[in-house]
């Protein structure tokens, strides 16, 4: 159980610093791809943080949520980019 907590912890971390990497680029260039992506992880380490800190598993239906909530995100970042050119 240790190495799980470490996995989820290590995973939220990650997913904090690339989110923080997609909004420094956001602030550079005022783009909402960024923006975009950035939300999207940054709802992927909020996930991570509820498993790691709760008895509740991946397959809950509010995890499910929040995943479809962050991978919409980047389809409409991707076919937003895609529409303007």
């Known amino acids: 159980m240790m190495i799980n907590a470490m996995l989820v912890g290590a995973f939220v971390m990650a997913s904090i610093i690339v989110s923080l990497f997609f909004l420094r680029f956001w602030k550079s260039t005022s783009d909402r791809f960024f923006l975009y992506f950035a939300t999207s992880f940054l709802l992927e380490a909020l996930s991570r943080v509820i498993i790691g800190t709760t008895n509740i598993q991946n397959e809950n239906p ?24």
Do not use: G, H, S
């Open 62 to 85: 509010l995890i499910y949520l929040i995943r479809l909530v962050a991978y919409i995100l980047i389809i409409i970042a991707i076919y937003e980019k895609n529409k303007k050119t």
